[in-house]
């Protein structure tokens, strides 16, 4: 077996032993599985060993990865942060776009997704810490963004996305975890119908299932280490 295929292996026993540990099914969470830095090889190497959904998050080297491996049928997902003059490559290329924090980025995805292509899928990231990185809507907005992105054409609204800072260990993880579980709560409870809770990374993907989470990314559990200057948000 390659050492892909195990990594898969190992994660997927990872995510089965969380969901019996936090009494879910395990079909209830999908395993994004981050290629960013690695290149087509390990892409094709993991959808040998059955994986079919992969996340980016460097738009460009997306994009570029997407093209040369157009002849498998994957999922692409965009993972990081989306520029106003970078909107135009996620609709037409990718499926899903996961980091979605302003109304403006929402409407240009909507504009410019490609006639006859399904609409793109939707989440809204939720900066759930306050963290350095500042990326993502603040909680108490996220019901307001998610009424108008759910009005928008072209554009499916599937739920959030949380990118916290590191926290120590389980407990504190599932707090912070937890504060996204609420919010997705609190907007399904408002009538705004999501079924998607992106969260839960290498370190973290048990705390995130024990909140909810329904779709976890992991990169270096399955690919490996990362030169840290690539590791770094895009910026
Ligand atoms: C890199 C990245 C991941 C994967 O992180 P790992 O710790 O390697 O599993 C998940 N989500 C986002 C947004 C990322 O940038």
């Given at each position: 077996?390659?050492?892909?295929?195990?990594?898969?292996?190992?994660?997927?026993?990872?995510?089965?032993?969380?969901?019996?540990?936090?009494?879910?099914?395990?079909?209830?969470?999908?395993?994004?599985?981050?290629?960013?830095?690695?290149?087509?090889?390990?892409v094709r190497e993991a959808h040998e060993a059955g994986q079919a959904a992969f996340g980016e998050n460097y738009i460009q080297e997306g994009v570029e990865k997407i093209?040369?491996?157009?002849?498998?049928?994957?999922?692409?997902?965009?993972?990081?942060?989306?520029?106003?003059?970078k909107t135009r490559l996620v609709a037409a290329h990718f499926d899903w776009a996961h980091a979605v924090d302003r109304?403006?980025?929402?409407?240009?995805?909507?504009?410019?997704?490609?006639?006859?292509?399904?609409?793109?899928?939707?989440?809204?990231?939720?900066?759930?810490?306050?963290?350095?990185t500042k990326a993502g809507v603040a909680p108490a907005e996220a019901l307001a963004l998610a009424r108008e992105i759910a009005g928008l054409p072209n554009l499916r609204l599937r739920g959030l996305m949380t990118l916290p800072e590191p926290a120590p260990d389980f407990v504190a993880q599932k707090a912070l975890h937890m504060r996204a579980r609420a919010l997705f709560d609190e907007i399904n409870g408002a009538g705004v119908a999501l079924d998607t809770?992106?969260?839960?990374?290498?370190?973290?993907?048990?705390?995130?299932?024990?909140a909810g989470s329904t779709m976890v990314r992991v990169g270096t559990a399955i690919f490996g280490g990362r030169a840290t200057s690539s590791a770094a948000p895009a910026a």
């Open positions: 077996m390659t050492t892909i295929r195990n990594n898969l292996q190992s994660v997927h026993q990872r995510i089965a032993a969380a969901c019996r540990a936090a009494g879910r099914d395990v079909n209830e969470v999908t395993l994004l599985a981050v290629s960013k830095t690695f290149g087509p090889d390990a093209a040369l491996l157009a002849g498998l049928d994957l999922q692409w997902h965009c993972i990081g942060p989306i520029q106003s003059n109304l403006k980025t929402a409407q240009r995805l909507s504009q410019q997704r490609p006639e006859g292509l399904p609409p793109l899928q939707v989440c809204i990231q939720v900066n759930v810490d306050g963290g350095a809770l992106s969260m839960g990374m290498t370190a973290d993907l048990e705390a995130a299932i024990h």
